[in-house]
C-alpha cells in the first residue's frame, strides 16, 4: 500500500512566523487532505487539495491562513501562516488509499508556538 | 452533518483483560473506520466496516458494525501495554468532486496497567 512521508515530525516556532509542511506519497493520488488536531481533541479537516485546483476550505478554516499547495499527484504543502500560540496542534496529511484499505495518514507534524 | 460520539472517553485497564469502546453516529453509516493514535503521532488504520450486522477481527481486536448501521464497537480481548493509545473511529462523508472525508470522534484514550 501506499506511503505517506510528512515533514518535519515537530517544530517550535515564534510567533508571528510560518512554517510550511509537506506530505509526499510514494504513488499518485488525486485527492490530499489535511487535518488539524488540537491538544486532547480529535481531527478536524482543514482542507481538501485536489492537484491543479484550489484547495477546498472547511468552515472556519482560510486559504490565507493556511495556503496549501498542490504541484502533482504525489506531493503537497500545508503552511501555518503568522502563527500564535492557539496554532499549536499536530498537523496531519492525508489521502484515499483505496475502496478497502481507508484513509493512510502521515506521521503527523507537531507544532509549538512560542 | 455526521457527528459522531465516542465512549468512554478514556480507559484504564489492567494487563489481560477484555474492553470495548463504542462508537455511535447520529445518521446512517455508510463505512466506519477504526484508527488507532499513538501519542503524538500519525493514525493507524485499523478496520474498516460497511455492511450492517458487519464484524471484522485482526489478532485481538474486534470490531462490529451494527445492523442499523449507526453504531459500531471495537473490542479488544487480553489487552496488552501494546494496545495502549487513542482509539478514534470515523465516517465518510461526501465532500464534493467525488471526493469523501472522515468525520472523526474525538477518541478514547487506552492505557493498560501491567
Known amino acids: 500500500s501506499a506511503v505517506i512521508s510528512q515533514k518535519p515530525s515537530r517544530d517550535i516556532c515564534q510567533r508571528g512566523t510560518s512554517l510550511t509542511i509537506q506530505c509526499q506519497v510514494d504513488?499518485?493520488?488525486?485527492?490530499m487532505f489535511w487535518y488539524r488536531q488540537q491538544p486532547g481533541q480529535s481531527l478536524t479537516l482543514i482542507a481538501t487539495?485536489?492537484?491543479?485546483?484550489?484547495?477546498?476550505?472547511e468552515s472556519g478554516f482560510v486559504i490565507d491562513k493556511f495556503p496549501i499547495s498542490r504541484p502533482n499527484l504525489t506531493f503537497s504543502t500545508l503552511t501555518v501562516s503568522n502563527m500564535s500560540p492557539e496554532d499549536s496542534s499536530i498537523y496531519l496529511c492525508?489521502?484515499?488509499?483505496?475502496?478497502?484499505?481507508?484513509?493512510?495518514f502521515g506521521s503527523g507534524t507537531r507544532l509549538t508556538v512560542v | 452533518s455526521q457527528e459522531l460520539e465516542q465512549s468512554p472517553q478514556s480507559l484504564i485497564v489492567q494487563e489481560g483483560k477484555n474492553l470495548t469502546i463504542n462508537c455511535t453516529s447520529s445518521?446512517?453509516?455508510?463505512?466506519l473506520y477504526w484508527y488507532k493514535q499513538k501519542y503524538g503521532e500519525g493514525l493507524i488504520f485499523l478496520m474498516m466496516?460497511?455492511?450492517?450486522?458487519e464484524e471484522k477481527s485482526h489478532e485481538k481486536i474486534t470490531a462490529k458494525l451494527d445492523e442499523k448501521k449507526q453504531q459500531s464497537s471495537l473490542h479488544i480481548t487480553a489487552s496488552q501495554p501494546s494496545h495502549a493509545g487513542i482509539y478514534l473511529c470515523?465516517?465518510?462523508?461526501?465532500?464534493?468532486?467525488?471526493?469523501?472525508?472522515?468525520?472523526f470522534g474525538k477518541g478514547t484514550k487506552l492505557s493498560v496497567i501491567p
Open positions: 492525508s489521502f484515499r488509499t483505496g475502496a478497502n484499505y481507508g484513509y493512510t
Open positions: 445518521k446512517t453509516l455508510y463505512g
Open positions: 466496516l460497511q455492511k450492517g450486522g
Open positions: 487539495a485536489n492537484q491543479g485546483s484550489e484547495a477546498t476550505y
Open positions: 470515523g465516517a465518510p462523508s461526501y465532500s464534493g468532486a467525488g471526493s469523501y472525508q472522515l468525520t
Open positions: 504513488s499518485q493520488v488525486t485527492m
